[in-house]
């Protein structure tokens, strides 16, 4: 017969070898010499041998069937609880604030200051954003997130000086004109 090296099929065969081993040598306490000598134990430690590695198998497939059990059950409820957990920290960060010293107790860093940009910052955002809308043009969803504008940007920023004063004007207004001699008669008419 073979030697089929499959954990599997090795359990099957240390079982075959067992029962042939009973069957073929009924006496438990005879002793067998194998291995070119270098091996002699009774029949009974041969059984016994080989019944461990059957354990073996059995012990190990029994553990993998529960391990793939547990590995169900924990992806069955882990969206659950890490809602619940993502909640409750929720929950820890609005009771306590800023406080360092309570976060570190519940194994949380404290919330990172917001980095603040500056108006250069902003407005070279700001003119990216509409170069890259410029550069889209009207294309489908996939065709846009492929394309990116590209601006070079330099921001010269003038301050702005305070309005000069108006000079008096020294021209008085200017009466109404007169009424032109068709409208006056158009009026006389009437």
Sequence with gaps: MGKNTGRGSRAVRAGQLAAGARKRFPNGSQSLTFGGGAITVTVDAVVAQLAKLIDLRAATTAARATARDKV?????ATPDLVAFMNAFEAFV???????????ADFGLAPPKARATKTT???AV???KRSATRAARGTKGPKARSAIHGNVT?????????PPAPAAPTAT???PAPAPT??????TAKS
């Design 120 to 122: 250069e910052q902003l």
């Design 125 to 127: 955002a700001a003119a």
């Design 93 to 103: 960060r609005l009771s306590f604030g800023a406080d360092t010293n309570a976060l």
């Design 172 to 174: 008085p207004a200017a």
């Design 72 to 76: 169900q059950a924990e992806k069955a």
């Design 181 to 186: 001699s068709a409208a006056a008669a158009s």
């Design 153 to 161: 940007a330099t921001l010269v920023v003038t301050p702005v000086a």
